[in-house]
């Protein structure tokens, strides 16, 4: 027996909210035992996703710059390395920005209203971004909040909404009540605000806002290190290019040519291309093209028959799930080597350092020893029904007299009596959560599901998955596998169609 719920990314915070309205039932998709054939390639991938480079605050995340020894930095936000002299000239680049948000108001009671940046190529994306943990960059450093979605408790006065969610409709909560805590938090208008997704690998993809695009710099930089350590390219210069504002048509990247004057071959590594029905099994890359649709902002800069575009296949394309596997990214490597002039068909990829910890601000009052037992169980799962995780650290927990006089029922409780048979008072918690059951296994290994307890489906449409083996089902504890609740590809309605 397996059971599904949404990863809590450090908190619990967003798998709880998101039973505040009920919804209809999808479908995820899970890990398969495949083969490693480019050890590796997911993982540095999926380092890249993590980085954290909104339109025009590209080198926002230090760890870009980390992991780029040699690189160069330009007023635009452009990181720019170049090998070799002389002729041809080869330009190879990708783009590292997201389409985001700014702070656009903040409102009397605290809310933060936002503005988009960049288009977005997905219809849903402002609404993959309900309920979803957020950063806002401030000069200050960073402020963490979540975006607000309709209560549950209401949901019968709120079926007959239908419209699809924009960014008009998304309120950012920070935790505070008031115009003037919101700025002493030092948040400021067009502050640029991103979703804080989890580093996520399942079977053979990395998964993540732009995984296609984050592979392309992924072979960016591996494929410049690797022609850095050969000595330089086979002849002439190249130069690499992680560019900025690629959201707003690749003004970055023209500002880039401009100052580089002529060049013989421009290679784009570009945003990953959807495949029929969000499925592919890891085939190569689409070969380089001629572009014949050349981004504008390139248009005076490059001559049409010198730009070719490099766009690796994907699951989920321009969701928060979009997913890139790791044989198409080592497919844009070798491509990004053959466009650089190489000496070498394949080489180590080069990737950030990620932090998995789990970043909390601990408390300076009475309340911190609370908060971070609190933290230590929403961290884990508790699928209605299935709640022994937390049933048994909420056991370790107690004193060591209500150790031994605690007893679980039939249906799972965890119950500690005391006291004489007189007079009773009954103190209640529930330990479970919102999420689902596997209902059935398709063909295509997607599983298809059933709701436990009424979850806000389009809350959890588009976001990563854990699914957890019953022990008492499967006769022993096995290890989670990880997955993601895939999102519909286009749609004219909020809510999902009935399964």
Known sequence: MV???????????????AGLI?????????????????????????????????????????????ALPGWQADAMGNLVRRIGTGSPRRVVACAMDIPGFVVSQITDNGYVRLHGTGVASHPLWSQFHETQQVR?????????????VANGHFSRQHRGDTAIVGVDNLWVDLGVNSRSEVAALGVSLLDPVSAIVPQVTYADFAAGPA??????????????????????????ETVFVLSSQRSLGWVGLAGVLARLGPVDRITLLD?????????????AARPARPAQAKPRALARVAPRDSVQIVTPRVRFAGSLVESVHRDEAATLLQAALRAAGSRDSMAPWVMPVVD?????????????????????????PGVPGHEWRVR????????????????????????????????SVAYVAHMDEVSFEVAAIQGDGRVRL???????????????????????????????????????????TKPLPVV
Request: hydrophobic share 45%.
């Open 392 to 423: 048994d650290a909420i056991r370790a927990q107690l004193p060591a007299w209500a150790q031994r006089l605690a007893t679980v029922d039939s249906a799972g409780n965890l119950i500690v009596a005391v006291g004489p048979d007189r007079d």
């Open 22 to 66: 009920t919804g209809l039932a999808t479908v995820a998709s899970t890990v398969s035992a495949q083969p490693r054939t480019t050890p590796d390639a997911d993982q540095a991938v999926s380092a890249w996703i993590q980085l954290v480079a909104p339109p025009g605050a590209e080198l926002h995340d230090r760890r870009l710059t980390a």
């Open 450 to 492: 059933r709701l436990m307890g009424g979850p806000v489906v389009t809350a959890w449409e588009g976001k990563t998955a854990l699914l957890h083996f019953d022990p008492e089902a499967n006769g022993a504890v096995r290890e989670m596998l990880r997955g993601v609740f895939v999102p519909r590809d286009s749609a004219r």
């Open 3 to 17: 059971r599904l719920n949404m990863p809590s990314m450090g908190r619990r915070v967003g798998a709880l909210a």
């Open 136 to 148: 806002v960059l401030t000069a200050r450093g960073e402020v963490t909040g979540v975006v607000a």
């Open 211 to 236: 995984a296609g695009a984050r592979a392309g710099c992924a072979a960016v930089a591996s494929a410049a290190a690797a022609v850095q350590q050969a000595g330089g390219p086979v002849s002439g």
């Open 271 to 283: 945003e990953g291309g959807a495949t029929r029905g969000g499925t592919v099994a890891g085939a």
């Open 356 to 380: 998995t910890t789990t970043k909390r601000i601990a408390r300076r009052d009475a309340y911190e020893p609370i908060e971070r037992t609190f933290m230590a169980l929403a961290d884990l």
